[in-house]
């Protein structure tokens, strides 16, 4: 069985879900065969120039052309972007894997998991951090009980591109394209990793408290003399409750200077305690019940989660390797025909948190969910 390949999108994440299809055969030779069908853009010449690239058959500049055609759709696009060709593809019942956040508002995302629901097919949302081998090492010390009665969560996402106020506006400073800034862009990969890492062992975030900033409010047109308003968030933070009483710490900023893309987890528990930076992503600091101080972890052994497919112990990977994780996992459920994970709904149920955040910020108040 051989799955035909429609993706929207071809720069940043076109590029790195197109690297990773091309590592599955020779990495993961379990996985879906695939066949790069049809690359989907506007711009026809740097389509082109994207396909030949990245090995893809064929172009099209509208997404409305293929996507009952081939057997699994990638929306790669800008979150404003995400509803309509997502939706369509569902309801031609087509597999679909959307990058994240899943939209940008509330609203449109319920119509998104709804869709998804009705489709009764795999859809698959982008969050590739789940696919971290020490993410996946941490939820398992989590889940067996080693940290015992979480108490503590604390998720940062730091980044410096924007700290410079003359760096050129985009659309990810467009609160119409993007919805919101650091909060949707860095925020929904930290919430999602919180419910992943602890659904089981202390629920759904309950209530938050939030705060966003803006600190430059225009910023200029590239190749132009004007400048756009910027509409969205340079930075958020967030207060959180768990479902078990269990508090949270969230934060994310693009004008943290000195950070480049400074993704901090820490868990501190009853028994024992972790610490995950995604700029060190082979390692994880883990304190155990009885030890005085946290022990650096190198996850690169053979029997770490999805360590064999790679090199022997030692021999670290990379962040382009989550998108192979997150790929292998995605087409197996297509070809499988079974759950995938992380899905719409988890999409969803990030959007709620997000929303919720920017409500309490709104309203100067604290927030249920």
Not at 25 to 49: I, S
Not at 261 to 269: L, P
Not at 291 to 315: A, C, K, M, N
Request: charged letters at 25%.
């Amino acid at each position: 069985m051989t799955l035909d390949i429609g993706m929207l999108g071809y720069r940043f994440m076109g590029k790195a879900h197109a690297n990773a299809l091309d590592r599955l055969p020779m990495f993961f030779p379990e996985a879906p065969a695939v066949n790069k069908d049809v690359l989907v853009g506007r711009d026809e010449d740097a389509l082109a120039d994207a396909a030949d690239q990245f090995g893809f058959d064929r172009t099209a500049t509208d997404w409305r052309d293929i996507v009952d055609e081939v057997d699994v759709f990638y929306n790669l696009g800008p979150n404003h972007v995400h509803a309509e060709p997502s939706i369509a593809a569902l309801e031609a019942g087509t597999p679909t894997f959307c990058e994240k956040p899943l939209a940008p508002t509330l609203d449109t995302a319920e119509e998104m998991a709804e869709a998804a629901a009705d489709a009764g097919v795999p859809a698959g949302a982008a969050f590739n951090y789940r696919f971290v081998p020490a993410i996946q090492y941490a939820k398992g010390l989590i889940d067996d009980g080693t940290l015992g009665e979480i108490h503590h969560f604390r998720g940062q996402y730091l980044q410096d591109w924007l700290v410079d106020p003359d760096a050129p506006w985009s659309w990810r400073n467009d609160a119409e394209m993007a919805g919101s800034g650091a909060l949707g862009d860095l925020g929904s990969h930290t919430v999602d990793l919180a419910r992943f890492l602890l659904g089981d062992a202390a629920g759904e975030i309950t209530d938050v408290s939030g705060h966003l900033q803006t600190f430059t409010e225009e910023r200029p047109v590239e190749g132009s003399d004007e400048t756009h308003p910027v509409t969205v968030d340079d930075a958020y933070s967030a207060q959180v409750s768990f479902d078990s009483g269990a508090m949270g710490t969230l934060e994310a900023s693009r004008v943290a200077n000195g950070h480049k893309n400074a993704h901090t987890i820490e868990i501190e528990g009853s028994k024992g305690a972790i610490k995950f930076d995604l700029e060190r992503l082979n390692e994880l600091q883990v304190l155990t019940e009885g030890d005085r101080g946290f022990q650096q972890v190198l996850i690169t052994d053979e029997d770490d989660p999805y360590v064999d497919h790679w090199w022997p112990p030692g021999h670290v990977i990379g962040w382009e390797h989550t998108f192979v994780h997150e790929n292998y996992e995605f087409l197996s459920a297509v070809a499988d025909g079974g759950e995938q994970e992380p899905s719409f709904a988890d999409g969803l149920a990030a959007q709620r948190v997000l929303d919720a955040i920017e409500r309490s910020d709104e309203r100067g108040e604290r927030i249920s969910l």
